[in-house]
């Protein structure tokens, strides 16, 4: 069992920027791929930035490419979601999420694949 607990979000201007931040307890934490996902009002949660368990290897939506950075720290368990440029369609709930890892490069951006979800954290970017 992994418990995972986001923090980090709030409000702030379109342009912005803000550090989310998940930390899990429970198993070894290294062994897990980690994703952000994120649920806007009335709409489906949607794949944001995935990263394997060695960090090694990362992959972003295209709707947040060049403008987020997931990273991670398995000494602290936990995972960074860096929040930069922020415009208002990024406002949503942000969920990070765990699935056990198949090698050093896996990561998924399906949600079904996660096993371990956090209780979400709210972004809202005012314009």
């Known amino acids: 069992q992994v418990q995972l607990v986001e923090s ?12 989310l931040s998940c930390a899990a ?3 070894t934490f290294s062994r897990y791929a980690m994703g952000w ?3 806007a009002p009335g709409k ?3 794949f944001v930035a995935a990263i394997s368990w060695s960090g090694g290897n990362t992959y972003y939506a295209d709707s947040v490419k060049g403008r987020f950075i997931i990273s991670r720290d ?14 208002p369609g990024d406002t949503a ?16 951006t399906g949600d079904k694949e996660y096993e371990y979800w956090g209780q ?3 972004v809202t970017v005012s314009s």
Do not use: H, I
């Not at 398995?74 to 922020?86: C, F, G, I, P």
């Not at 942000?94 to 490069?105: F, G």
């Open 74 to 87: 398995n000494a602290k368990n936990t995972v960074y979601l860096q929040m930069n440029s922020l415009k």
């Open 8 to 19: 980090g979000g709030g409000l702030v201007q379109a342009g912005g920027s803000l550090r």
């Open 37 to 39: 996902f994120r649920q």
């Open 44 to 46: 489906e949660r949607d």
């Open 93 to 108: 709930v942000y969920y990070c999420a765990a699935t056990t890892s198949r090698s050093s490069w896996y990561l998924s």
């Open 120 to 122: 979400g954290t709210q």
């Open 25 to 27: 307890s429970g198993r």
